[in-house]
């Protein structure tokens, strides 16, 4: 039987864990903020190690660290949020920065003027923080150390900047 | 039917190893040992080849005279390796491709259970009867 809510739902739990990650209990200030930055990426980063076994269908493709980017491009974006990036840039020295112009977890965001003030830093750091997790676990299981940060520039857009760390 | 299978971690430890009969189960362990060697040559081999689409399944790694060791790794490095009586002539290359593709299965669920900590020993009684339904019977 096809998911038809399957979306939704995923949004709907993700918008609650976020709120739960830095609700009361946690402490305000930035102690708070930061513990609660800690457990949603903790998060992701156990959810991309299980969908990092789990999505590659097969054969070993990633002769090279872009191909392993290009797969978190197409195959996990697209399992995770229906889409695939819109957009990847890199310097070729270890930094790539994955677009997405409708981010699916901004989209209801974007409706009206309301968040535009607080969208840059709220949203990019602490309410990516799950996804910025998801990719580096994801990288990490299929051998690649990095660090992943998130930013909003406009709703619904937003930008995932993938630094490799250099052993 | 394989008379030991293990599954070994990134780092080359033990995350998961079980053989049938249990008197024999140092000799499993060391043979599963010398293997890694064989399955890190051929890693590091297929890599430089540069071949389109290399194989999770790595095939025969060595025989011996009393039996068979074979290899499966995974996009993650983990590996699989089975030992197999060499008097069972019976198995064939796809029930031995088979079995990998099951273990593999297997080894996904523990990964996305989230009870389970990477690189923790396996303790999952469902990874457990997957792999007694794989070994042989003993009376």
């Given at each position: 039987?096809?998911?038809?809510?399957?979306?939704t739902?995923?949004?709907l739990?993700?918008?609650?864990?976020?709120?739960?990650?830095?609700?009361?209990g946690?402490?305000?200030?930035?102690?708070?903020?930061?513990?609660?930055?800690?457990?949603?990426?903790?998060?992701g980063?156990?959810?991309?190690?299980?969908?990092?076994?789990?999505?590659?269908?097969?054969?070993?493709?990633?002769?090279?660290e872009?191909?392993?980017?290009?797969?978190?491009?197409?195959?996990?974006?697209?399992?995770?949020?229906?889409?695939?990036?819109?957009?990847?840039?890199?310097?070729?020295?270890?930094?790539?920065?994955?677009?997405?112009?409708?981010?699916p977890f901004?989209?209801?965001?974007?409706?009206?003027?309301q968040?535009?003030?607080?969208?840059?830093k709220?949203?990019g750091?602490?309410?990516?923080?799950?996804?910025?997790?998801?990719?580096?676990?994801?990288?990490s299981?299929l051998?690649?150390?990095?660090?992943?940060?998130?930013?909003v520039?406009?709703l619904?857009?937003?930008?995932?900047?993938?630094?490799?760390?250099?052993? | 039917?394989?008379?030991?299978?293990a599954?070994?971690?990134?780092?080359?430890?033990?995350?998961?190893?079980r053989s049938?009969?249990?008197?024999?189960?140092l000799?499993f362990?060391y043979?599963v040992?010398?293997?890694l060697?064989v399955?890190d040559?051929?890693?590091?081999?297929?890599g430089?080849?540069?071949?389109?689409?290399?194989?999770?399944?790595?095939?025969?790694?060595?025989?011996?005279?009393?039996?068979?060791?074979?290899?499966?790794v995974?996009?993650?490095?983990?590996?699989f390796?089975?030992?197999?009586?060499?008097?069972?002539?019976?198995?064939?290359?796809n029930e031995?491709?088979?079995?990998?593709?099951?273990?593999?299965n297997?080894y996904?669920?523990?990964?996305?259970n989230?009870?389970?900590?990477?690189?923790?020993?396996?303790?999952?009684r469902?990874?457990?009867?997957?792999v007694?339904s794989?070994?042989?019977?003993?009376?």
């Amino acid at each position: 039987m096809p998911a038809m809510a399957d979306e939704t739902l995923f949004q709907l739990l993700h918008t609650q864990v976020v709120a739960a990650a830095y609700g009361a209990g946690r402490g305000s200030g930035d102690e708070g903020l930061r513990a609660g930055l800690t457990v949603l990426e903790g998060m992701g980063f156990r959810v991309g190690q299980g969908l990092a076994e789990r999505l590659p269908q097969g054969a070993l493709a990633f002769r090279e660290e872009l191909d392993t980017i290009k797969f978190l491009c197409r195959d996990l974006w697209g399992a995770v949020f229906g889409k695939q990036t819109d957009n990847l840039r890199t310097n070729h020295q270890g930094t790539y920065i994955l677009q997405d112009n409708n981010f699916p977890f901004l989209t209801q965001m974007a409706w009206g003027q309301q968040y535009l003030e607080e969208a840059p830093k709220v949203l990019g750091e602490q309410f990516l923080a799950f996804t910025c997790g998801l990719l580096r676990g994801t990288l990490s299981s299929l051998g690649i150390e990095s660090s992943v940060t998130a930013s909003v520039t406009s709703l619904p857009a937003c930008k995932f900047q993938v630094v490799i760390q250099k052993a | 039917m394989a008379v030991c299978i293990a599954v070994i971690a990134k780092e080359n430890y033990p995350l998961y190893i079980r053989s049938i009969p249990a008197e024999q189960e140092l000799k499993f362990h060391y043979t599963v040992h010398t293997s890694l060697d064989v399955v890190d040559e051929k890693v590091s081999a297929m890599g430089k080849a540069l071949v389109d689409q290399r194989e999770l399944y790595l095939g025969l790694l060595y025989p011996t005279e009393d039996y068979k060791v074979y290899g499966y790794v995974t996009n993650s490095k983990v590996k699989f390796v089975m030992v197999v009586d060499s008097s069972n002539t019976a198995l064939r290359d796809n029930e031995i491709r088979s079995m990998f593709r099951k273990l593999h299965n297997s080894y996904t669920d523990v990964m996305c259970n989230p009870f389970y900590n990477p690189g923790d020993r396996i303790h999952s009684r469902a990874f457990d009867n997957m792999v007694t339904s794989m070994m042989v019977q003993v009376c």
